[in-house]
């Protein structure tokens, strides 16, 4: 399908707004009835109230994701069956491709072109590609003595707990239910708070194409109640999160104050995008570099964030990364032609423009945009932002605005881009253009993170490789044969042969 105005005024007129908790395979409101408010950034308003989850509502569903996991119905089924299922689901959510790309552009506004075009596909592929490997692994035997026969077997870990942040709300969530479900876990998703709705419509497309009650559930609500309590929770075995830092840490103690649950984490980031001057083709690194930041709003964990550009070619390539940053301005997300949309809420808004006021003190030289815009639509927008004149120690260097401002910094020699690149207590990901696949290579190796993008920047991101960070930008991976090992115990078994 292609998108256009009609089709989504269409399937917009008829959208149901989900709002209870799915639990046991069936939707039900909180046992407190209490609920939160969800207000949509495009315009302010207020879209519903959703079932806010709270300790006895998580006592519930672990405990029916318990039952189900030890009966075996899922954890025990052939993972070919396995397969069959998550096929299926993967068939529903194109049915409802549109619906769903709706709810995530209403509850945290980014595009619909987005939703539609990027985070469903790549969504329906992440579920595809992990359905399709299950019943492809083997398990190994030792190369131990002969009057032993040494099994190491992989295990699912039981119940899983999965806390998603909100800038691509169920693609996201996906990169994580896939492989844990798959591997024949029990799964409760967490939603954020800012866009809980595409999350818990998928709880009944998930029975609907079979999987057991039980094994899925959702709970909506914020991170000091909700979140909090499944990271307590005694009869968690796993707690997969992405967001922030600073919540991750959090994370790790909970699992310390509790039954020490395996964490995996993805968390934030300051990329550095390195401009050689010897780069091949500084229009396409331009037109790429101001993608990596004004994508997505700049709301993006790996986004570019830090340009950093040879002197001798500085001048032009900001002129030329500004130029293409006046086609990335903010407009109505409901357009199939807007490129960014709305700023997830006030919050994040008011946070953005905190930091341009900050990077302005610091003595950098704002270049393009720094304002609050489209005001009058009451909702939550922000110009693409360019600094210059930024050194490596300024916190709009620093630290991770998630937003659409990008930090320009220049270098002379490839030692001092280097330097610069690994100043940070992040290492989620690297850009690094130039012609010469020698010093592409160095600075691949050289570069602390976890993803080094050559020549492009996120440009072929599929589900076939591992996403994930060094230092502070967190523990174990997403995507790839990798995340299955999140939720994977490994059983070692001694058979004496007599
Ligand atoms: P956040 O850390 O505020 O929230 C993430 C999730 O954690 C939400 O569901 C929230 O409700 C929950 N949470 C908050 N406090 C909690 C607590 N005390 N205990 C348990 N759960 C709690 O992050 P955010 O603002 O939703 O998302 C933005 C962050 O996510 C950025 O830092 C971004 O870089 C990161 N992110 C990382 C990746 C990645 O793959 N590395 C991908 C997307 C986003």
Redesign the pocket.
Known sequence: MKLNHENIKEVKNKLIYPSELFINGKYQKSISEKSFENISPINGHKVNSVSFAQKEDIDLAVKKAREIFNKGTWSNLPPNQRKKILLKFAQLLERDRLELSLLDTIDMGKTINDTFNADLPTSIDNIEWYAEIIDKLFDDISPSSSEYMGLITKEPIGVVAA??????PLW?AI?KIAPALITGNSVIL?????SPMSAIKIGAMLSEAGLPDGVFSVLA????T???S??LHNDIDCVA????????K??LQ?SGQSNMKRVQL????KSPNIIFADCANLDLAAEASAYAIFGNQG????AGSRLIVQKEIENDFIKKVSEISKNMQPSDPLNPNSFAGAI?NTE?LEKIDRYVNIGKKEGAYLEVGGNITMKDTGGSYFEPTIFRNVSNDMKIAQE?I?GPVLSTISFSSFKEAILIANDSQYG?AAGVWTKDINKAIKASREIKAGTVYINNYEEGVDSTIP???YKQ??IGR?NGPQALENYLQVKSTWIKIT
């Open positions: 806390i998603v942040p909100w800038n691509y996201m990169w967490k939603p954020a708070e800012q609500g914020d991170g000091p909700t979140g909090k499944l990271c999160f992405t967001g922030s830092g600073e919540v991750g959090l994370v909970y993805e968390c934030g980031g709301e993006v964990c790996s997830v994040q991770e998630f989620l996403l994930g960070g930008s967190g997403d």
